[in-house]
């Protein structure tokens, strides 16, 4: 790749195509993690998983290693974890309770605790401070290095390494009323979910562009997923591998943000039809209609809004079969480290969640139908992607561009009807484009003008 | 262990139990997917727990196996049987679709030979301490083995721990 690269060339906005070198060439790949990773909001995880104080959990954001703790006044942190002595990887476990993170190379230890330190994560106890460092060590300028933002969203968790970023929800637009669509209980209450326990953690040798830009609204790859239709894993057990949809189930992209999904047109909740799924077990069915009528009188005279998709950079989400969040962790050009995230009611019955457990289990992972699929594709991609005769040819992104209009039910979203349309991709693609630019925060949320910038290509209306 | 088979009486179930395993490889590298299916009992659960890398003084609750816990999967005949159906039905009758046949039963299978090795590409490694998904698959079919001389495929950490 030559050095005169720029972001716009490799994504040609106005003819519809994307450099391959994108999806497997290592100095696109550096700058993704600094323009990307390292400004952009990503999903560190869920509260339930830091129920009590000193409860930790051990996630990432990019590649870098975080730990999400919870301290002993109930309020939760997201550190990198990497010891600042000697960059120690801090804490090596998944998840557990500890009041001091004592780091195994030279037992440099940090606590939350206001008992034992001022400030979070500062530096509780160094051996030989007296005798050693004289007492001369700044203890409070070498803590653990706290996200400069977090959020806790619904019980969801995210964070920026950009102190600069744009607030969370101003960077969702009115995207988040998709995504609350999944984090809300199935009767209406704001939040009211959480994730099961276990996350599937695994690797494929794929570029994480590949899940991102998937589940962004890709619905011509249904061919991938020929098996799992044919072998009906439908709950109800009729056709195919999900429960009917009600109509108006198209894609919707946000031009200026970058998200995007397959979800329904807006109506009035009366207006929503509430189709029966699940019905080979008939404890889940009930339990499902019976909180969609709570949902429909709690939301009496509201705006239906549900859909599924993928929020810029690397998290997506699917807000009911299966009811999942999955995070596409960059671990190298050529490798993606997945984490998924199963989604239940909160106080739903166990024998409803365990059925529940069982369709995302069988439907997703590595181990589940239709995950497997996307693997293949993704991974085999990205292999006949990196010769040097094959990164000559860009990808096409052409489906269904300029026939999208904007979407008055949506502030901010356009569609074209459909829900196949690349769209999507491309959206998807321009706004990565934009953060690998180096953008300041007035530029990425049109706050401030752009000289180069191309608009997303609209339906020429005569 | 009380009734557990020691000396020669071990060393010949354990044979009758690697001809078994070959036995099932062969029906599933062939696509006889109902005579291999056949083998299995009726409440047969199917299930690898997710394993975590968690402090010593909590090690029992390495493996998530609790009721509601997530795992790589956890199955029982009746979720299996209809993912074999269309083969059945004589639908896999293209080169492409008898592609997409072998792949379904490669899902769910895990199988040790040709298998586990595929599983374990298009899974990824981790190799972070993390099992890799194709070992822990073959470590699976012989925890099984281990806990009873027909096909039974549950296993948890103890039924691990006495074969490994």
Redesign the interface.
């Known amino acids: 790749m030559s050095n005169a690269w720029s972001p716009t060339r490799l994504i040609d906005v106005k003819n519809r195509t994307a450099s391959r070198e994108i999806f497997v060439d290592r100095d696109v790949y550096r700058q993704e993690q600094e323009q990307i990773f390292a400004r952009a909001w990503l999903f560190v995880g869920h509260e339930c998983q830091v129920p009590n104080p000193d409860d930790f959990y051990v996630s990432r954001m990019g590649e870098e290693s975080v730990i999400l703790t919870r301290d002993r006044q109930g309020k939760l942190h997201v550190f990198l974890n990497t010891c600042r002595h000697r960059g120690m990887k801090l804490c ?5 309770n ?1 009041r001091v993170f004592s780091c195994p190379y030279h037992a440099w230890s940090y606590s939350t605790d206001g008992a034992l330190v001022s400030i979070p994560g500062e530096l509780f106890g160094v051996p030989g401070y007296k005798k050693y460092y004289h007492e001369e060590l700044d203890k409070q300028e070498w803590g653990l290095v706290p996200v400069p933002q977090m959020i806790n969203y619904r019980g969801t968790i995210w964070a920026t390494w950009d102190k600069s970023a744009a607030p969370f929800e101003d960077y969702l637009g009115s995207f988040k009323f998709w995504l609350d669509s999944a984090l809300d209980h199935r009767d209406g209450r704001e939040g009211g979910s959480v994730v ?10 794929c570029n994480w562009k590949f899940p991102a830009t998937n589940f962004v609204g890709d619905a011509a790859h249904v061919i991938a997923h ?2 799992v239709d ?4 439908n709950p109800s057990g009729t056709e195919g591998r999900r429960d009917e949809r009600a109509e108006g189930h198209a894609a919707f992209g946000w031009p200026d943000l970058g998200h995007g999904g397959l979800g329904f047109t807006s109506r009035p909740e009366e207006e929503f039809p509430r189709i029966p799924s699940f019905q080979k077990y008939p404890h889940v069915s009930e339990y499902l209609i019976q909180s969609a009528k709570a949902h429909q009188k709690r939301r009496a005279g509201k705006i239906h809004q549900q859909g599924k998709g993928t929020i810029f950079p690397n998290m997506s989400f699917h807000e009911d079969q299966p009811r999942t969040i999955i995070v596409h962790h960059p671990n190298g050009p050529t ?1 993606t ?1 997945f984490w998924r995230y ?1 989604l239940v009611d909160a106080d739903a019955p ?1 024998e409803v ?2 059925t529940l ?2 369709y ?3 439907y997703s ?5 239709t995950e ?2 996307d ?2 594709n993704w ?1 085999s991609a990205t292999e006949a992607s990196q010769g040097a005769v094959a990164r000559r040819f860009p990808y096409n992104y052409q489906q269904g561009l300029r026939y999208s209009v904007p979407y008055e039910g949506l502030p901010g979203a356009v569609w074209c009807g459909e829900r196949v349309t690349e769209q999507n991709q491309l959206i998807w693609l321009k706004r990565w484009a934009e953060f690998m630019e180096a953008r300041d925060w007035d530029q990425l949320m049109r706050r401030a003008p752009v000289s180069n910038d191309v608009a997303f290509p609209l339906k020429i209306v005569r | 262990m009380d009734g557990v088979p020691k000396g020669f009486e071990a060393q010949a179930l354990r044979l009758d139990v690697e001809d078994f395993l070959h036995a099932e490889a062969d029906l599933v590298d062939d696509r006889k997917f109902d005579q291999w299916l056949a083998l299995f009992s009726e409440d047969l659960q199917y299930r690898m727990p997710i394993v975590r890398n968690i402090a010593a003084p909590s090690i029992a609750n390495e493996y998530l196996s609790g009721p509601l816990d997530v795992s790589w999967f956890d199955e029982g005949k009746k979720l299996r049987r209809p993912w074999h159906a269309p083969s059945e039905h004589g639908q896999f009758a293209d080169t492409a679709v008898t592609h997409y046949g072998r792949h379904v039963v490669r899902k769910h299978t895990g199988h040790r030979r040709k298998v586990a090795g595929r599983i374990s590409q298009s899974a990824g490694e981790r190799d972070d301490g993390g099992l890799a998904f194709g070992d822990a698959v073959e470590i699976a079919h012989d925890a099984a083995y281990g806990r009873s001389g027909s096909f039974l495929a549950w296993f948890n950490a103890a039924s691990l721990r006495s074969l490994i």
Request: hydrophobic share 25%; glycine share 12%; no cysteine.
């Open positions: 090596r476990h998944d998840e557990g500890t099961l326990v276990g996350v599937q953690k695994w690797r494929t040798n020929r098996s044919m072998v009906n894993l490798q480290e199963y166990t969640k365990d457990r069982h995302y289990m069988t992972g590595p181990g589940g139908m497997q699929d693997l293949e991974a």
